[in-house]
């Protein structure tokens, strides 16, 4: 397809304002694309190469201006170009505002021919267009930058004002014509009539809306259906929304619970090799897996799908101790201290990422993997499994480190089956006190869905609010902890009384526990057993997850899931809150 023809497709489509119409437009566009399916796919959403691909045109807005300067002729420079940006507001408008095809000169290695009026070359081809921004693409080290603006002045030279309009709009990512991903299904399924749930699911394994229209038109639903997930090709991380234990265990019997880890999520793409396959000698020789001289290939990819592999040597090298199946894994890198403990996210920005000095760095900040789901084993795609039997093949394919500590973070994420609150919250106690974020709570029988941000993942909601409560009592530790304090319990003003409204022991580690035990001994009115009656000095900030009405303590309400959050040493007792401000917070 000539690239003016694409051009005028798209500003046809920008001119709809109508979003079925546009659905229409796309699919007669695709229809039309001929051998520039693929392409022509992705052009309408403003992409050059498929979206899990690392690779990036990696032009700057300026290099951009740079090469529009250069092929509207000898008077303007980039400068221009941005003063025109000021007054138009958007590139595309920019670029269709000069004349271009008059400048001689370098652009003529793309073949380039200026025939010096304002309807370009007439000649540009989608494919050119996308062979040399491929080029451009792949252009590295000294010189490239000029190079690349050398190869984009060549195309703008040869473009009309509208082909313009859309080349400039296509090298910054910004295609502003209204089609969005929902907008390309919906029409490859119209083009090539396949339903659009097929076509959804090739794209979710695929992440290449080229490639699933041209299976969608030349090989039918059989084709898409046929579409499976590929070692090397990342998938689209399936995400979480916040949520809380309550609403989880109202709508699951259970929930399956995971400790939250604070690092940077990564999915691990691992082929061991032909010597560790044995599958692959006789079912596929043309597998790099089939390579005799192959040593295993390790790819990591972060959430964005873009390629990590070389930041984090730790997960090739633990892929190559741990994993003699291929597979590909979704998890979490956490930077870790000499103990193993886990540090703040912050250290593990320092190595992800990382181009430069990726040995160096990995000297002072260490990392390692902890994976909880896995999407493909030995050939096996997984996604459509429910959770727990993801979970099942992830413990079955990764061989644990043998000398782990518990104290360790570990490779493989433990996952807990229970519709038990008070055990989901000493799994969120002992994941506070390991040094995790807190708890994640998933639907056990829930599909892995790339890309989504659905109940089926949920992270447990911050506390909204803190309650500010007095201390009226609290019980000795047992074990380890007989010595400390816990199990505090915790009072709202009515009037001149104190009434209580629940008790808070999670939370604490044991180094505050120590302190809370000094700071409220000396407040203890009587003792009775393990069972201590505190006189009202000490007021605790606690979070909750909400207020419920409750038989058991004297407020009549009782905080759901009360979590310690700090002691309030600026107040006294009569600053705590109110039986009133509780009745408030609770009709909310
Ligand atoms: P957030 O980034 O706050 O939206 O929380 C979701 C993120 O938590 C995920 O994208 C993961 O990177 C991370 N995470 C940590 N532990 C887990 C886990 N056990 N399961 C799923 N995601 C986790």
Request: hydrophobic share 40%; proline share 5%.
């Amino acid at each position: 397809m000539e690239f003016a023809t694409f051009a005028d497709r798209a500003a046809a489509i920008e001119a709809e304002p109508a979003d079925l119409e546009i659905v229409d437009r796309v699919t007669a566009l695709l229809v039309d694309a001929g051998d520039d399916l693929e392409i022509i796919a992705r052009f309408v959403q403003g992409r050059v190469f498929p979206a899990w691909e690392s690779t990036t045109l990696d032009i700057g807005p300026t290099t951009c201006y740079e090469a529009i300067a250069r092929a509207a002729g000898t008077n303007v420079d980039a400068d221009d170009v941005e003063d025109r940006l000021a007054e138009l507001g958007e590139i595309g408008d920019v670029a269709a505002s000069y004349e271009f095809g008059g400048q001689q000169g370098l652009g003529a290695f793309t073949g380039g021919g200026a025939d010096g009026n304002d309807g370009g070359s007439g000649d540009l081809t989608v494919r050119e267009v996308h062979e040399t921004l491929t080029d451009l693409a792949t252009t590295e080290g000294a010189g490239s930058q000029d190079r690349k603006v050398d190869l984009l002045f060549g195309l703008f030279n040869r473009c009309s004002s509208e082909e313009a309009r859309y080349l400039a709009r296509l090298v910054l990512s910004e295609m502003r014509i209204g089609v969005g991903e929902g907008t390309v299904r919906d029409a490859i399924a119209a083009a090539f009539d396949a339903p659009a749930d097929r076509v959804e699911r090739a794209l979710q394994v695929s992440n290449d809306y080229g490639e699933v229209a041209r299976i969608a038109r030349d090989e039918g639903v059989e084709g898409l259906d046929a579409t499976d997930l590929e070692l090397g090709r990342p998938v689209q991380a399936m995400l979480a929304q916040a949520g809380t234990v309550t609403d989880a265990l109202e709508e699951w019997d259970e929930a399956a619970v995971e400790w939250k880890y604070d690092g940077a999520r990564v999915q691990l793409h691992h082929d061991p090799g032909a010597a560790a396959d044995p599958k692959s000698d006789t079912e596929d020789s043309a597998s790099p897996a089939a390579d005799p001289d192959a040593t295993g290939e390790t790819r990591v990819f972060s959430r964005n799908m873009e390629e990590v592999t070389d930041a984090l040597p730790e997960v090739v090298e633990f892929a190559d101790a741990h994993l003699d199946r291929p597979a590909i894994l979704d998890g979490e890198v956490v930077a870790i201290d000499d103990d193993g403990a886990p540090l703040p996210f912050q250290e593990v920005l320092k190595r992800f990422r990382r181009k430069h000095d990726v040995a160096k760095v990995r000297e002072d900040v260490t990392v390692r993997p902890v994976f909880f789901d896995c999407l493909h084993v030995d050939g096996d795609d997984l996604l459509d499994e429910p959770l727990t039997t993801r979970h099942d093949r992830l413990e079955a394919v990764l061989t644990e480190e043998p000398d782990q500590d518990p104290e360790d973070v570990p490779a493989l994420s433990l996952l807990w089956l229970t519709g038990d609150p008070d055990e989901i919250e000493s799994i969120d106690a002992d994941a506070l006190e390991a040094g995790h974020e807190g708890i994640m709570l998933k639907n056990p029988d829930s599909a892995y869905s790339p890309g989504r941000r659905g109940k089926n993942w949920r992270k447990r909601k911050p506390d909204v609010e803190t309650l500010d409560c007095v201390v009226t009592g609290a019980e000795w530790g047992e074990g380890r902890r007989a010595t400390y304090l816990g199990t505090f319990e915790l009072s709202v003003r009515d009037g001149d009384d104190l009434e209580t409204i629940g008790k808070v022991a999670t939370g604490i580690t044991d180094e505050k526990l120590a302190e809370l035990t000094d700071l409220l001994e000396p407040h203890v009115a009587a003792e009775s057993g393990q069972e201590v009656e505190l006189e009202p000095a000490i007021v605790f900030e606690v979070g909750y997850e909400e207020i419920q009405t409750s038989p058991t303590y004297s407020s009549g309400y009782a905080l759901r899931f009360p979590r310690f959050v700090g002691v309030r040493h600026d107040k006294n007792p009569e600053d705590a809150e109110t039986i009133d401000r509780v009745e408030r917070l609770r009709g909310r």
